[in-house]
């Protein structure tokens, strides 16, 4: 006997690429449970599936960032912050933070299939007793038109956004005279793709080559350092509500024409702005 529970939750994080560096994920979760059915009649209550996974979730994988620790050119140590991850390939990074802040993982890489069974795992040991195996299948969202992966951190935010390297996939909509702008939304989609977002205020270092963002969050001080040309700058924090502002901005400049923009924070949530010449 199986429950299932589809569109259980969502997962934001950030991982490291060997090839591609810092990636921002947003994974949709879908759940089945394998078991006896109770005297109740009932494999496990609807209403406590979603909480328990969520929760569980939330805890621990989720809005950190995933580190393969056999990858190569990575580092883990301790640090006065309670981690340091320094890369080598394909580029140099240092990122500083509590150690809840971080997913070491012991591979060479971080794939959605290795992550799924991970958490399968952890799950089918937290299992209800009446529960023998819980799967979880994770899912990238399917966009048709243009998607972006990007990093950043919200130091003022009371959760676990604080964290300074935690990322979204997300779809980008431009809109002009009421129009969808397909060719836009590749142009600025493509550009946004892997780059780590920061708030100017947050700037401790910044050369030509390199950037170091640093702040100190509720949970912690925080720190990353890695190459200039992967950072965009915004004079606001890198909420999803800024983000939107600083690209209608952009584009409006860009093109002279008034912009809509809808901006995506991970799946099925974002906000609007609109700026015109």
């Given at each position: 006997?199986?429950?299932?529970?589809?569109?259980?939750?969502?997962?934001?994080?950030?991982l490291?690429?060997?090839?591609?560096?810092l990636?921002?994920?947003?994974?949709?979760?879908?759940?089945?449970?394998?078991?006896?059915?109770?005297?109740?009649?009932?494999?496990?209550?609807?209403?406590?599936?979603?909480?328990?996974?969520?929760?569980?979730?939330?805890?621990?994988?989720?809005?950190?960032?995933?580190?393969?620790?056999?990858?190569?050119g990575?580092?883990?140590?301790?640090?006065?912050?309670?981690?340091?991850?320094?890369?080598?390939?394909?580029y140099?990074?240092?990122?500083?933070?509590?150690?809840?802040?971080?997913?070491?993982?012991?591979?060479?890489?971080?794939?959605?299939?290795?992550?799924?069974?991970?958490?399968?795992?952890?799950?089918?040991?937290?299992?209800?007793?009446?529960?023998?195996?819980?799967?979880?299948?994770?899912?990238?969202?399917?966009?048709?038109?243009?998607?972006?992966?990007?990093?950043?951190?919200?130091?003022?935010?009371?959760?676990?956004c604080?964290?300074i390297?935690?990322?979204?996939?997300?779809?980008?909509?431009?809109?002009?005279?009421?129009?969808?702008?397909?060719?836009?939304?590749?142009?600025?989609?493509?550009?946004?793709?892997?780059?780590?977002?920061?708030?100017?205020?947050?700037?401790?270092?910044?050369?030509?080559?390199?950037?170091?963002?640093?702040?100190?969050?509720?949970?912690?001080?925080?720190?990353?350092?890695?190459?200039?040309e992967?950072?965009?700058?915004?004079?606001?924090?890198?909420?999803?509500?800024?983000?939107?502002?600083?690209?209608?901005?952009?584009?409006?400049?860009?093109?002279?024409?008034?912009?809509?923009?809808?901006?995506?924070?991970?799946?099925?949530?974002?906000?609007?702005?609109?700026?015109?010449?």
């Amino acid at each position: 006997m199986a429950l299932f529970v589809n569109h259980l939750t969502h997962i934001d994080v950030s991982l490291w690429c060997s090839t591609r560096g810092l990636v921002g994920c947003s994974w949709q979760v879908d759940a089945q449970l394998e078991g006896e059915l109770g005297d109740d009649g009932m494999l496990f209550d609807f209403g406590e599936v979603k909480p328990w996974i969520k929760r569980t979730l939330d805890n621990g994988l989720d809005h950190t960032l995933l580190v393969p620790t056999q990858a190569p050119g990575v580092e883990v140590s301790e640090c006065d912050e309670g981690l340091c991850i320094r890369t080598a390939t394909p580029y140099v990074m240092e990122v500083r933070g509590p150690a809840q802040a971080f997913t070491l993982l012991p591979w060479e890489s971080i794939t959605l299939e290795r992550v799924t069974q991970h958490l399968s795992g952890q799950l089918t040991e937290q299992r209800p007793a009446n529960v023998e195996r819980v799967m979880l299948t994770l899912s990238d969202e399917n966009i048709s038109g243009a998607a972006y992966g990007y990093s950043h951190g919200l130091k003022r935010h009371a959760g676990n956004c604080q964290r300074i390297a935690h990322g979204h996939r997300s779809r980008l909509h431009i809109y002009q005279a009421q129009l969808r702008q397909p060719l836009l939304e590749q142009q600025w989609g493509a550009w946004l793709d892997n780059r780590y977002l920061l708030e100017a205020d947050d700037i401790a270092e910044h050369t030509e080559s390199q950037l170091t963002c640093r702040y100190e969050a509720a949970q912690g001080r925080f720190s990353i350092t890695l190459p200039s040309e992967r950072c965009s700058v915004l004079q606001k924090p890198t909420t999803v509500e800024n983000i939107a502002l600083w690209l209608a901005e952009q584009i409006t400049k860009q093109t002279g024409s008034a912009t809509h923009v809808h901006a995506f924070e991970g799946i099925n949530k974002g906000a609007t702005a609109h700026v015109a010449p």
